[in-house]
């Protein structure tokens, strides 16, 4: 069995495959272009967010049986298509849902305690206690909108902060005994806190515009660690500054390109992101809640199993 690699991993994934008798061919560095004029040889595909995966890309797809994402979304996968092939398509939701879990309750303890913005004051030369005093956890009532490996990874690490956790989610019967899974206007008429763990859909693009802030019976802090399109980025700086959004700890933003790269791609800034990044309510990071050492290994070793059970 070939194997081709599209972009880089964490060597466990080449070494578990190599042990299973796999050869693995690397193409980090091939245009879309060499990729297509040999994909005709490999058995399976080895992908992040390089490439969309489309007709035009499968049909040059011969002899494939597999494609693996390392990771967890799916939305630069015409899944139909591939589908319709009869090619497996793996991916790996498992590996980093720890780290996204952990890296949500990072971001809402940093944004309640004001921690970024009281170290930055220290740092220039100020002791404003009273200026930073912050908002406790316990007691509050946490909606999460989407409850799969990373919303139910979230809700089992805020469970000992003594809060009511509530979950929505499209599927039906997904609560456990860390959120109790409840109705849309249940959500928004309850919650203080909103941490998204939805992938990108034409369900989920733009559900947090300016008709959901509006609806939210209480001032809230917002998370958003699953994708960026879900959040109307205007809107939430309006929010914001009425103050119906307290903050927002924003892993993830509208302005990422397809394969997740920088958001500093073009000459100006749209006005909404140049305040998201001056604002001391809001917690940015580079998309990486799911990006630690950690999962790095298990995001490789998880692929490496399922490719495992279902060929050997």
């Keep these: ?94 590996g980093n849902r720890n780290a996204v879990g952990e890296h949500a309750l990072a971001m809402l303890l940093a944004l309640m305690n004001k921690l970024r913005v009281g170290h930055t004051s220290i740092q220039s030369g100020q002791w404003d206690r009273e200026g ?80 959901f802030i509006d609806s939210m019976a209480h001032p809230f802090w917002l998370l958003n660690t699953g994708r960026g399109s879900a959040v109307v980025t205007k809107d939430l700086v309006t929010g914001l500054k009425s103050k119906k959004i307290i903050g927002a700890g924003l892993d993830v933003l509208e302005y990422e390109t397809r394969s997740f790269s920088s958001i500093f791609n073009q000459e100006n800034l749209p006005p909404a992101l140049q305040y998201l990044m001056e604002a001391k309510n809001v917690l940015l990071s580079p998309h990486v809640a799911g990006w630690t050492q950690e999962s790095h290994v298990k995001l490789a070793t998880t692929v490496v199993d399922k490719i495992k059970k279902l060929f050997f």
């Design 1 to 94: 069995m070939k194997v081709l690699h599209l972009e880089e991993n964490h060597p466990a994934l080449i070494e578990g495959l190599r042990v299973l008798g796999i050869q693995n061919d690397l193409a980090y560095d091939d245009s879309l272009d060499e990729v297509l004029a040999k994909l005709d040889q490999y058995d399976g595909l080895i992908i992040r967010s390089k490439y969309p995966i489309d007709e035009t890309f499968l049909t040059c797809a011969k002899k494939l049986k597999f494609i693996a994402r390392i990771g967890a979304g799916l939305e630069n996968i015409d899944v139909p298509a591939v589908e319709s092939r009869n090619i497996h398509l793996l991916n790996a939701p498992e």
């Design 132 to 211: 930073h005093r912050g908002w406790e956890l316990s007691g509050r009532t946490v909606g999460i909108i989407g409850y799969g490996n990373t919303g139910k990874s979230f809700a089992k690490r805020i469970s000992g902060f003594n809060v009511r956790t509530l979950c929505y989610d499209i599927l039906e019967n997904v609560g456990d005994e860390y959120a109790q899974q409840v109705n849309w206007e249940t959500l928004i008429s309850q919650s203080e806190v909103i941490s998204l763990h939805i992938p990108k859909t034409d369900l989920t693009r733009g559900l947090i515009d300016k008709k």
